[in-house]
């Protein structure tokens, strides 16, 4: 069946502007989290949600970051007037259940900041 | 607060040979634990996780870890390696599942 799938696979955008990414969770998936990679560094978590609603999201650097999922299925991650430090592999990922449950994770997009 | 610490952030193999991948964490309550892998321009892939019970755990493509909480330690092992696990390796804990905190990872290539 589909994985999580996540578009564009790359961005290139100037400092200042405003970017969505967007992930397609597997279907029947219940929660989705959105997680940053940095170069050289582990995958970092943003935030995550169960159903519509963001049950963590404690993960977001700043408040130019936000991530919405109106229907429980698809989420957006919204940045505003993006800086040169966004620069990342955005990971999105995905789970039947929260608790104990594997996380599919997505092949990411790659957001770069000039 | 969860951290974790992978020590090596390389390591270099020889086909066949037995590759051990190192993991530390810090976690003031219980945790789970997780390997993942990720292949070249590939998502992350879950090798194995601890939740509970035996503290030796094996995973995919021939895989194991074991739990050892009196060292916090999660390494990863594979007896004899093939030239497709070249990839890297993240461990990550949490204190529910939902969170994870990874490790910076650790780059394993496998020479013929």
């Known amino acids: 069946g589909a994985g999580v799938s996540q578009t564009p696979s790359n961005k290139v955008t100037e400092k200042g502007k405003y970017v969505e990414l967007r992930c397609d969770p597997i279907s029947g998936h219940t929660a989705l989290y959105w997680y940053r990679q940095s170069l050289g560094q582990g995958p970092e978590f943003l935030i995550y949600?169960?159903?519509?609603?963001?049950?963590?999201d404690s993960g977001l650097p700043n408040d130019r970051f936000f991530a919405v999922r109106p229907e429980g299925s698809v989420s957006t991650l919204k940045i505003q007037r993006t800086e040169r430090g966004d620069s990342a592999v955005y990971l999105c990922a995905s789970s039947l259940l929260a608790r104990g449950d594997e996380q599919f994770f997505g092949p990411g997009t790659r957001l770069t900041v000039l | 607060a969860q951290s974790v610490t992978q020590l090596d952030s390389q390591v270099p193999v020889f086909e066949e040979a037995p590759v051990e991948l190192r993991c530390n964490y810090s976690s003031s309550v219980s945790v789970y634990l997780f390997w993942y892998v990720q292949y070249p321009n590939q998502g992350l892939q879950l090798l194995l996780k601890y939740l509970s019970g035996s503290t030796l755990v094996k995973g995919i493509n021939g895989f194991e870890a074991e739990f050892n909480k009196s060292q916090t330690s999660f390494h990863l092992r594979k007896p004899s390696v093939h030239i497709s696990d070249t990839a890297e390796y993240f461990c990550?804990?949490?204190?529910?599942?939902?969170?994870?905190?990874f490790g910076k990872g650790t780059k394993l290539t496998v020479n013929p």
């Open positions: 949600f169960q159903g519509t609603g963001a049950a963590d």
């Open positions: 990550a804990v949490s204190d529910r599942p939902e969170k994870l905190v």
